[in-house]
């Protein structure tokens, strides 16, 4: 199947700092790359959806200009969390969409902690 | 897209069959349903997915009643290496959006 990569896979950082997380499809082109972040013991929530070239759409709760999201190309996304805190230490988990309907597959995820 | 319920947790013993059921009464006509699992600290990995008729590949089994309105998903030899959460979705066959995971269940194999 097609592969997704995620970078960094775990990240530590102070508050107030920013952090940018890459997401790659490796052997596809994605149009549509999906963020997710999950909390201990709950269950993905999907927090954007960005098409390459456009901007992203954003899930009601999701701050755009603290979680921003860029999608340049067709096999790069990237997070950028601005000014961390505590309370964003969680999972982030990327999926891209490729151009056969259905298909969706994951990265590894990436570990947040902000100390 | 059409809600899901599946059992919180599962245990299942290992090189047995693991059976997964899950219940999508609502479920329109052109709506798949989809198996991920995740397996702690990792990404959702995709399993299958099917219409109406059963499929099997390399890692499991889905069988969809004739109704549509439940299905089970099944490891026929499960190892320890299949502890994991399993969600079952449903979604239009056509859709490119995003996949809404519910709580899944909680599979523990024991030896």
């Known amino acids: 199947g097609a592969v997704v990569s995620q970078h960094p896979s775990w990240v530590i950082c102070k508050s107030g700092t920013s952090v940018k997380i890459e997401c790659r499809s490796l052997?596809?082109?994605?149009?549509?790359m999906f963020w997710y972040r999950q909390f201990p013991k709950q269950s993905l929530m999907l927090m954007a959806t960005?098409?390459?070239?456009?901007?992203?759409?954003?899930e009601q709760g999701v701050e755009k200009d603290k979680f921003l999201i860029n999608h340049a190309s067709l096999t790069l996304s990237t997070l950028t969390v601005t000014s961390a805190h505590p309370e964003d230490s969680s999972f982030y988990i990327c999926?891209?969409?490729?151009?056969?309907?259905?298909?969706?597959?994951f990265g590894p995820g990436t570990r947040l902690t902000v100390t | 897209d059409a809600k899901t319920t599946q059992p919180p947790s599962m245990d299942c013993a290992e090189g047995r069959a693991a059976n997964l059921p899950c219940n999508h009464s609502t479920i329109s006509g052109n709506e798949y349903v989809y198996w991920y699992r995740q397996i702690h600290s990792q990404g959702p990995q995709y399993i299958i997915h099917g219409l109406k008729n059963n499929e099997t590949n390399e890692m499991a089994s889905l069988i969809i009643t004739e109704d549509r309105k439940s299905s089970t998903l099944i490891l026929p030899h499960a190892t320890l290496r299949d502890t994991a959460v399993y969600y079952c979705i449903v979604r239009s066959g056509g859709s490119q959006g995003n996949l809404i995971f519910g709580k899944g269940t909680k599979l523990s194999v024991k030896p």
């Open positions: 052997d596809f082109q994605a149009t549509t």
């Open positions: 960005s098409n390459e070239g456009s901007k992203a759409t954003y």
């Open positions: 999926s891209a969409s490729g151009n056969r309907p259905g298909e969706q597959y």
